[in-house]
């Protein structure tokens, strides 16, 4: 089956530290991997993907490169900011015609400090 | 478009009474998904629709939860009796046909007392 495992929080940094937050997936067939953001008291929002190998996802100084040899998507920031406090989701899903869910890592709470 | 809309925001209870939970998804979306979040448990996939039919419900907790698609544009998510356990935030998230990240409403907070 398919499963996603993500690096363990809470993570805290210091304002405009680098941040690296470990993903690994396994999955059969060919998925698209996403990264989410949840902001507390909001839902998840989609905050970059990349369909397919070597592909590069950003948005928002946040990137994240699919390596199909490592089954990883790391997510990164050069300089992270205050703002960007939140809880990081890595997913994966499996374009079947809509009919395949998609499956989440269990979440990194990432605190910044001024 | 508005988004994935949910209702209400919030919601209090009384152990015993029913409750439900209603979502709109995104207009042309074919897929809906409800999660459950809580801190002890994390993000959980409850059931989720394809054109209206239910394709997963495997992590539906038990009999007391049931969950309607009675056509493209609402869902509901139903709990009775609702227990103290049921307490969490309830998510609806809708997804198109052709690409595979979904996307997500504001959530109901449940609390049952």
């Known amino acids: 089956g398919n499963s996603v495992t993500q690096m363990e929080g809470p993570v805290t940094l210091s304002e405009e530290a680098f941040l690296t937050i470990n993903c690994t997936y396994t999955?059969?067939?060919?998925?698209?991997l996403f990264w989410y953001v949840q902001y507390p008291g909001e839902g998840l929002q989609l905050l970059l993907k990349?369909?397919?190998?070597?592909d590069k996802g950003s948005n928002k100084g946040f990137e994240a490169t699919y390596r199909k040899e490592t089954t990883s998507f790391h997510l990164e920031k050069g300089s992270v900011q205050v703002s960007d406090s939140a809880v990081y989701f890595c997913?994966?899903?499996?374009?079947?015609?809509?009919?395949?869910?998609?499956?989440f890592g269990t979440g990194t709470r990432l605190t910044i400090i001024p | 478009d508005a988004g994935v809309i949910q209702s209400p925001r919030h919601e209090v209870t009384e152990m015993g009474q029913e409750v439900t939970l209603r979502c709109k998804p995104i207009?042309?979306?074919?897929?809906l998904f409800w999660y459950r979040q809580t801190m002890m448990r994390g993000l959980e996939l409850l059931i989720y629709?394809?054109?209206?039919?239910?394709?997963?419900d495997s992590g539906m907790p038990e009999d007391r939860f049931s969950a309607k698609m009675p056509n493209a544009s609402f869902s509901t998510l139903k709990i009775q009796p609702s227990e103290p356990r049921d307490s969490a935030v309830y998510f609806c998230?809708?997804?198109?046909?052709?690409?595979?990240?979904?996307?997500f409403g504001q959530g109901t907070r449940l609390t049952v007392v």
């Open positions: 997913a994966l899903g499996i374009s079947n015609f809509g009919n395949e869910k998609l499956t």
């Open positions: 207009s042309g979306h074919n897929s």
């Open positions: 998230a809708s997804r198109d046909r052709v690409n595979t990240e979904a996307f």
């Open positions: 999955a059969t067939g060919y998925p698209s």
């Open positions: 990349a369909t397919k190998a070597d």
């Open positions: 629709f394809n054109n209206n039919v239910p394709i997963d």
